[in-house]
């Protein structure tokens, strides 16, 4: 081969050397971004997993929270005893269910007939709750017996009939004198005193009455049936007289217990007047 036909190879080898090594200059620049763009996806990602399971993490904390948050399950009520009264409501009650058999399930037992006084939640097995509950009973108490105890004995005197919405039926109480305003006393330091003690009362309105039909209380086959409980079906018993009968305690009730022995709430605390 001759001179100058090498030259002429090793000036191509030179330019082929060149060409690779400015095509590997190229391609280091490309892929150095593409590799700190994927970098920086792996790391975003990374830390969505890390927010993920940090979320993740809160979610028994949210959970307990949510079993913490106890739905209205205790009040505190004056027990209806007067058996005068029962009988009469019991005339009433038969009277309604022969005009719609239906409402037969809406009927309140006998036994459990009550005024509310005040609404409260609150978890039992809580520490120190039964405590804070049976203070807070006693201390009401002991306000409530400065003014109203103190008066002339508080009789409850029912006549009539009324309702909320169609749907609850209750016995009105007679506003003889001050009644309803000793009434509203003591709702208003029950409380204010269940508040005090750290107590959540979840409902301050407050109308005393004497409930005897709640729709509420049917099956849910019934409920599609009977929407509302018609004036029509208690024109008749509009005005009875119920009865009276005398203050003599506060029962601090529970909603979910099982009725005691005689059909009544379980009562966790009874103070007397």
């Not at 890390?50 to 993740?56: E, H, I, L």
């Not at 529970?254 to 005689?262: A, H, I, P, T």
């Amino acid at each position: 081969m001759s001179k100058k036909c090498c030259d002429n190879v090793d000036i191509q080898q030179q330019r082929t050397v060149q060409e690779l090594t400015t095509n590997a200059e190229q391609i280091s620049g490309f892929t150095e971004p593409i590799t700190n763009l994927v970098a920086s996806v792996c790391s975003s990602k990374d830390e969505t997993r890390q927010s993920v399971n940090s979320d993740r993490s809160e979610l028994p904390k949210e959970e307990d929270k949510r079993k913490k948050s106890v739905r209205p399950n205790h009040f505190v009520a004056i027990q209806i005893r007067n058996k005068e009264i029962h009988n009469k409501i019991e005339l009433v009650q038969k009277h309604i269910v022969l005009q719609n058999n239906l409402l037969n399930g809406a009927v309140i037992e006998l036994p459990t007939l009550h005024l509310t006084m005040a609404v409260m939640k609150f978890d039992s097995k809580e520490p120190d709750v039964l405590h804070r509950v049976n203070r807070a009973m006693e201390t009401a108490l002991d306000r409530l017996k400065k003014d109203v105890a103190s008066q002339n004995p508080l009789n409850i005197e029912f006549q009539g009939l009324d309702h909320f919405r169609n749907e609850v039926l209750f016995a009105k109480i007679k506003d003889t004198g001050d009644t309803l305003d000793r009434l509203n006393e003591i709702s208003s330091v029950i409380q204010k005193t269940f508040q005090e003690f750290q107590i959540e009362v979840t409902d301050e309105r407050f109308k005393p009455h004497l409930t005897i039909f709640k729709l509420s209380k049917m099956k849910l086959k019934q409920k599609k049936l009977v929407k509302k409980i018609t004036p029509d079906i208690y024109k008749d018993a509009m005005d009875t007289n119920f009865g009276s009968d005398e203050v003599v305690s506060l029962q601090l009730l529970s909603m979910d217990d099982e009725k005691d022995q005689s059909g009544y709430y379980r009562c966790i605390k009874e103070v007397f007047f």
